[in-house]
């Protein structure tokens, strides 16, 4: 399987630099939904070189493999199969130790014509209008000082950007310790706002309610 690479379009919260959400196309749900198919083993084995996040799994995936063959049962190919375990590996994880025949190639899990928004948590939700048309964003804001909710309009950016298998690694690492996955993957790694969360729901939700307002649609520019 070729290792090509897929494409994410992010909608960026400019002032607090951060990822509000992103528009993804079946490839990168499915290599996404893949990450849980994954064994303990491989995703030992694919971040091996940072401990920070394996703990002491590192140390004992380690051992495993310095431990001398004379200690595992006779007749049974007990290393590989606790190191290597037979399972479905996207191409962007793979690695040239791994079997080729691996690679998932059955179609995927998602449909291919339809239209998700994946959150910066890597939430996934299905938008209440199906169509691509949305509205500019506007966050609607409760104000306890004078009981009041205020609105303003985010100052959003749009891009495109490249998920190869360095993104891929990234993604799954950030995926085990994080809440804002793609902010930290895509923009530097910032510290998680509860307040700036909150304006990302709520401006998803006023978006999706609001798509059939002519007057404040724009057309999104999405990835060829």
């Given at each position: 399987?070729?290792?090509?690479?897929?494409?994410?379009?992010?909608?960026?919260?400019?002032?607090?630099?951060?990822?509000?959400?992103?528009?993804?196309?079946?490839?990168?749900?499915d290599f996404l939904f893949s990450l849980l198919s994954?064994?303990?083993?491989?995703?030992?084995?694919?971040?091996?070189?940072?401990?920070?996040?394996?703990?002491?799994?590192?140390?004992?995936?380690?051992?495993?493999?310095?431990?001398?063959?004379?200690?595992?049962?006779?007749?049974?190919?007990?290393?590989?199969?606790?190191?290597?375990?037979?399972?479905?590996?996207?191409?962007?994880?793979?690695?040239?130790?791994?079997?080729?025949?691996?690679?998932?190639?059955?179609?995927?899990?998602?449909?291919?014509?339809?239209?998700?928004?994946?959150?910066?948590?890597?939430?996934?939700?299905?938008?209440?209008?199906?169509?691509?048309?949305?509205?500019?964003?506007?966050?609607?804001?409760?104000?306890?000082?004078?009981?009041?909710?205020?609105?303003?309009?985010?100052?959003?950016?749009?891009?495109?950007v490249d998920v190869g298998r360095d993104e891929a690694?990234?993604?799954l690492k950030s995926s085990l310790e994080s809440k804002?996955?793609?902010?930290?993957?895509?923009?530097?790694?910032?510290?998680?706002?509860?307040?700036?969360?909150?304006?990302?729901?709520?401006?998803?939700?006023?978006?999706?309610?609001?798509?059939?307002?002519?007057?404040?649609?724009?057309?999104?520019?999405?990835?060829?």
């Open positions: 399987m070729a290792a090509t690479n897929l494409k994410l379009n992010l909608t960026i919260d400019t002032e607090n630099n951060k990822v509000l959400f992103a528009i993804p196309d079946k490839d990168f749900l994954l064994p303990l083993s491989t995703v030992t084995r694919l971040l091996s070189r940072d401990h920070s996040v394996l703990g002491s799994l590192g140390k004992l995936h380690e051992s495993i493999e310095k431990l001398d063959h004379m200690f595992f049962l006779p007749n049974l190919n007990t290393r590989d199969t606790l190191l290597k375990p037979k399972s479905p590996i996207h191409h962007l994880l793979m690695t040239k130790d791994d079997n080729e025949s691996a690679a998932t190639d059955d179609g995927g899990y998602v449909r291919k014509h339809a239209t998700y928004f994946l959150m910066d948590n890597l939430q996934v939700k299905a938008p209440l209008s199906t169509s691509y048309m949305l509205p500019l964003i506007l966050v609607k804001k409760f104000d306890p000082e004078d009981g009041t909710v205020k609105q303003r309009w985010l100052k959003v950016e749009e891009r495109c690694l990234k993604l804002t996955v793609l902010t930290d993957v895509f923009l530097g790694k910032k510290e998680a706002k509860a307040e700036v969360e909150a304006e990302a729901e709520a401006a998803l939700v006023q978006s999706c309610v609001s798509s059939g307002n002519d007057s404040l649609e724009y057309e999104w520019d999405f990835c060829g």
